[in-house]
């Protein structure tokens, strides 16, 4: 009963190097999506995937990268990493539009 | 204006009582409505929907008014398991959820 799966959970990195958090659901979702939230801001859209093969960039993009490797995977890219990423990234599907989203447990980085 | 708008709080109550706040949106197009919770350091979780004639789950009553542009969320009988940040969320009508920053409750014993 996994639902959605992010890894890592924790990561440090330091200013210029890039990562990548990987995220997957299990429950057949057509949409997936990356939040950040940061204190006081609420979560905001970094991008979404409506469905398998299509990405669209949400209200916080710059920065970032995204693929939709699969129905189940959707992953964000760091290229170079700023302390202004600093922040708990949350990643979700739901099944299509206009309807709910479940939430991946998180990864928390630290950009120093 | 942000797309979605709630009291930060803290409502801070006593154990038994009934506490309720406001969540206000922006677009007026908006098609679907959720409350979530949100524990510290935890992922939001949903709540609920909200309906448009309302809706009840248990202790919690939701209500839509789509003439004011507002959600609502009702705690009945608190418990101390209640406090977390409750989280509004407003679907304008595609694939794209918009989160308020959330409303902090408190109960006390």
């Known amino acids: 009963n996994a639902g959605v799966t992010q890894t890592p959970k924790f990561q440090v990195l330091k200013t210029g190097q890039s990562m990548t958090l990987q995220c997957a659901q299990d429950m057949n979702h057509n949409s997936m999506y990356w939040y950040r939230q940061d204190p006081g801001m609420g979560l905001r859209l970094i991008y979404y995937s409506a469905s398998e093969g299509t990405t669209d960039k949400g209200e916080v993009p710059n920065g970032y990268n995204v693929s939709r490797l699969n129905k189940r995977e959707f992953s964000l890219r760091l290229e170079s990493a700023a302390p202004s990423q600093t922040s708990v990234y949350f990643c979700?599907?739901?099944?299509?539009?206009?309807?709910?989203?479940?939430f991946g447990q998180g990864t928390r980085l630290t950009v120093v | 204006r942000k797309e979605v708008e709630q009291d930060p709080g803290p409502f801070n109550v006593p154990e038994g009582a009934t506490v309720a706040f406001n969540c206000t949106y922006s677009n007026s197009a908006s098609q679907s409505f959720f409350w979530y919770r949100q524990d510290c350091r935890k992922e939001p979780k949903l709540l609920m929907s909200?309906?448009?004639s309302g809706n009840e789950d248990g202790r919690f009553t939701a209500q839509l008014n789509r003439a004011s542009q507002y959600i609502s969320l009702l705690i009945r009988d608190s418990k101390l398991s209640d406090s977390a940040t409750y989280l509004c969320?407003?679907?304008?009508?595609?694939?794209?959820?918009?989160f308020g920053a959330g409303t902090t409750v408190t109960v006390r014993a």
């Open positions: 979700a599907s739901s099944p299509r539009k206009n309807t709910e989203a479940f």
């Open positions: 969320v407003v679907v304008p009508g595609d694939y794209k959820l918009s």
């Open positions: 909200v309906y448009s």
